[in-house]
């Protein structure tokens, strides 16, 4: 099993609600990554997980909240999102954070703040 | 800090052309190079890496280089399909603690 998963693959949500992101790996990698994406842009990374621990926060703001429960999951809750949060999120793992390993992609969760 | 240049998209061609998108970077020490493919509507998929120089990458009928003399790993595929349409991403991975580093994208379109 070589594949990503992300749920939800859309989601509309207004600026005052709650909701969360989820990620899953069955290829045993011990590194987790979120990204975000707006259109025609590369993706800009968020936030790196390795072992379950945090090891890297691009200073996000604090309405993105991530979550890493056990070695194959990865969570990014939300809260009090802006408009200007409407993007494609990107999860991505790879088999550890040092070394020449490639991350492999999620097809992202569409989002949109109204 | 290590960055990547891509060429500029969008770049157009007639199916079974010849596809060239250019791609140099700065980094220090040894990084790893990559190319992700990204099809309207999806997420990133690996479409080749290399490691060390002179490495040549090659999947689907793409094929780079890794020129350490020019700092380049420029993408190519000799005859293009409409299916090739997609937006295209150089990228590295130095030592910056694991990150990619993404060139800007390069957007292709293949027509019949």
């Known amino acids: 099993d070589t594949e990503v998963t992300q749920t939800p693959k859309h989601l509309v949500m207004g600026m005052t609600n709650k909701k969360s992101l989820k990620c899953e790996q069955h290829m045993g990698h011990r590194a987790m990554y979120w990204y975000k994406q707006k259109a025609k842009k590369p993706p800009e990374l968020m936030f790196v997980y390795s072992y379950e621990k945090l090891s890297i926060n691009e200073s996000v703001p604090s309405r993105f909240s991530p979550e890493c429960p056990n070695s194959s999951l990865l969570n990014l809750h939300l809260h009090a999102l802006q408009p200007e949060d409407s993007a494609l999120y990107l999860c991505?793992?790879?088999?550890?954070?040092?070394?020449?390993?490639?991350?492999?992609f999620g097809p992202g969760t569409r989002l949109t703040v109204l | 800090g290590d960055s990547v240049t891509q060429m500029e998209g969008p770049v157009t061609l007639s199916e079974e052309a010849f596809l060239t998108i250019n791609c140099t970077y700065t980094a220090t020490g040894y990084p790893s190079l990559f190319w992700y493919v990204q099809y309207p509507g999806e997420g990133l998929q690996l479409l080749l890496k290399?490691?060390?120089?002179?490495d040549k990458g090659s999947n689907k009928g793409f094929e780079a280089t890794y020129r350490k003399e020019t700092t380049s790993f420029h993408l190519e595929k000799g005859s293009v399909q409409v299916s090739d349409s997609a937006v295209y991403f150089c990228?590295?991975?130095?030592?910056?603690?694991?990150?990619?580093?993404f060139g800007q994208g390069t957007e292709l379109s293949v027509k019949p």
């Open positions: 290399a490691t060390k120089a002179d």
């Open positions: 991505a793992s790879s088999q550890a954070l040092a070394g020449a390993l490639e991350q492999f």
């Open positions: 990228a590295l991975r130095g030592n910056q603690g694991g990150k990619l580093i």
